[in-house]
C-alpha cells in the first residue's frame, strides 16, 4: 500500500525557517517525480515546487523561488521542503505527492500544516 | 500560465447528473490528454478520481466521468449521491515546468 507521511509542520514566525518532511512507502520512491502541493485556509490548491527521480531537477512556483528548496533522499524513501523567509502567505496545509507521469498526481498524503504568524 | 477556469460552485439533487466544466488553452487543456480531476472532502487529501481526460482509477464509482472539448474539459458525475459533496479540481499538463490547477468548484447535493 503506498503511504506518503508529511510532518514537520508547525508554527512559525514571519522571516524564520522550517523544514516539512515526507515518508514515503509501499513503492519504488526513487522512480517518480515527487512534488509538494499546498493549501491556504478555505482556499484551492497551489503546486509549490516538484523534482525529478535523481533530483538533477527541480523546478518551484514563482511565489517560492529563492527561498523554498526542494530535496530528496532515496535511500531514505524522504522528500523534503527546506522553507525559508516564510511569510504570512505561506501558510497553508503542505502536501507530499506521488507523480506518475504527466503531472499525474495519484498518491497524496495527509498533509501537514505550516503557520506563519507572530 | 494562468489557472484554469471552473465554476465556483455546482449542484443538483440526488439521483441527478451534474457537469463542472475547466477551461484552459490550446497550451494545456486544448493540447493535451492529460486532463485531471481530484475530489476533496473537507479536511481530507485530494483524491485521483478521473486521469487522462476520461480514465477512472480503480475504485472510482463509474457514475464519474470526463470528457474534453477543445480547450474545455468536463467532468460529469451521474446519479448524485450525498457523498459526492464535495470540492473538485481541474489539472493539466501544460508541457512546461509548472503544475496548473484550477481555483475548485463546489459540488453541493441539495
Known amino acids: 500500500e503506498v503511504q506518503l507521511v508529511e510532518s514537520g509542520g508547525g508554527l512559525v514566525q514571519p522571516g524564520g525557517s522550517l523544514r516539512v518532511s515526507c515518508e514515503a512507502s509501499?513503492?519504488?520512491?526513487?522512480?517518480?517525480?515527487m512534488n509538494w502541493v499546498r493549501q491556504a485556509p478555505g482556499k484551492g490548491l497551489e503546486w509549490v515546487a516538484n523534482i525529478k527521480q535523481d533530483g538533477s531537477e527541480k523546478y518551484y512556483v514563482d511565489a517560492v523561488k529563492g527561498r523554498f528548496t526542494i530535496s530528496r533522499d532515496n535511500a531514505e524513501s524522504s522528500l523534503y521542503l527546506q522553507m525559508n523567509s516564510l511569510r504570512a502567505e505561506d501558510t497553508a496545509m503542505y502536501y507530499c505527492?506521488?507523480?506518475?507521469?504527466?503531472?499525474?498526481?495519484?498518491?497524496w498524503g495527509q498533509g501537514t500544516l505550516v503557520t506563519v504568524s507572530s | 500560465q494562468s489557472a484554469l477556469t471552473q465554476p465556483p460552485s455546482a449542484s443538483g439533487s440526488p439521483g441527478q447528473s451534474v457537469t463542472i466544466s475547466c477551461t484552459g488553452t490550446?497550451?494545456?487543456?486544448?493540447?493535451?490528454?492529460?486532463v485531471y480531476w481530484y475530489q476533496q472532502h473537507p479536511g481530507k487529501a485530494p483524491k485521483l478520481m478521473i486521469y487522462e481526460v476520461s480514465k477512472r482509477p480503480s475504485g472510482v464509482p463509474d457514475r464519474f466521468s470526463g470528457s474534453k472539448s477543445g480547450n474545455t474539459a468536463s467532468l460529469t458525475v451521474s446519479g448524485l449521491q450525498a457523498e459526492d459533496e464535495a470540492d473538485y479540481y481541474c489539472s493539466s499538463f501544460a508541457g512546461g515546468t509548472q503544475v496548473l490547477f484550477g481555483a475548485g468548484t463546489k459540488l453541493t447535493v441539495l
Open positions: 509501499g513503492f519504488t520512491f526513487k522512480s517518480h517525480w
Open positions: 505527492v506521488r507523480d506518475r507521469g504527466w503531472n499525474l498526481f495519484d498518491y
Open positions: 490550446s497550451s494545456d487543456v486544448g493540447g493535451y490528454n492529460y
